[in-house]
T-cell receptor
C-alpha cells in the first residue's frame, strides 16, 4: 500500500498522559498536513510541513501540541498532558505539486 | 473570516433522483474550491476541484463567484453515492484547506 499511513489507528488514554501519533506520507510528497476532526464537523487545520520545515501552525493549537518531521519523511504529532477535549480523530494528509490532498485513515484519540 | 458553509447536515433522496449538495463560502479573493468525499469505512478522498472543470462519477460543480457558491450536482443519484461530502476552500498555494461541516448523503433504493 503506497498511500498515507497512520499509527496507531485508535488510542485510549487517561487524562494527563502524553500521546504520540505517527504519519507516513506518500514517499514523493513534500507537503504534509495534520488535521483534527470532531464528530459532526469537517477537518480543522492544525499544522503544515514542507519537507522538514514546519511552515504554519494553527492559532488554535495549544502549547501542549507539537509536531515534527525530522527528515522530511514521516511526521509525529505529540499531545502532552491530554485533556478530554483533545478526544478527536487526528488526520494526516500529504500532497505533491498538484495540490490534491491524500489522507490517511486517521488516528482516533479517546481521553478518559 | 474565511468560512465554508454546508447548510444541510443530511440529505436523503431516492435512487435516480437529482442530487444537489449546497456549499457557500465567504472569501473576498479568488479561492480554489474542492469537494472531498468519504465513503463508509474509507478515507477522505478528492472528488473534484473547480479548476479542473471535470465531471467525476457523474458529479459536477460550478463555481459561482456572484453567489459565492460551489454546489455539487448529479442528475441521477445512485446507491453507491451514499457518503459524507465535504466542501473545502483554499486561499493560497500551500493548500491549507478550510472545510465545511459536511453533508451526509443517503440514497434510498
Amino acid at each position: 500500500d503506497t498511500g498515507v499511513s497512520q499509527d496507531p489507528r485508535h488510542k485510549i488514554t487517561k487524562r494527563g498522559q502524553n500521546v504520540t501519533f505517527r504519519c507516513d506520507p506518500i514517499s514523493e510528497h513534500n507537503r504534509l498536513y495534520w488535521y483534527r476532526q470532531t464528530l459532526g464537523q469537517g477537518p480543522e487545520f492544525l499544522t503544515y510541513f514542507q519537507n522538514e520545515a514546519q511552515l504554519e501552525k494553527s492559532r488554535l493549537l495549544s502549547d501542549r501540541f507539537s509536531a515534527e518531521r525530522p527528515k522530511g519523511s514521516f511526521s509525529t504529532l505529540e499531545i502532552q498532558r491530554t485533556e478530554q477535549g483533545d478526544s478527536a480523530m487526528y488526520l494526516c494528509a500529504s500532497s505533491g505539486q498538484g495540490g490534491e490532498l491524500f489522507f490517511g485513515e486517521g488516528s482516533r484519540l479517546t481521553v478518559l | 473570516a474565511q468560512r465554508v458553509t454546508q447548510p444541510e447536515k443530511l440529505l436523503s433522496v431516492f435512487k435516480g433522483a437529482p442530487v444537489e449538495l449546497k456549499c457557500n463560502y465567504s472569501y473576498s479573493g479568488s479561492p480554489e474550491l474542492f469537494w472531498y468525499v468519504q465513503y463508509s469505512r474509507q478515507r477522505l478522498q478528492l472528488l473534484l476541484r473547480h479548476i479542473s472543470r471535470e465531471s467525476i462519477k457523474g458529479f459536477t460543480a460550478d463555481l459561482n463567484k456572484g453567489e459565492t457558491s460551489f454546489h455539487l450536482k448529479k442528475p441521477f443519484a445512485q446507491e453507491e453515492d451514499s457518503a459524507m461530502y465535504y466542501c473545502a476552500l483554499t486561499m493560497d498555494s500551500n493548500y491549507q484547506l478550510i472545510w465545511g461541516a459536511g453533508t451526509k448523503l443517503i440514497i434510498k433504493p
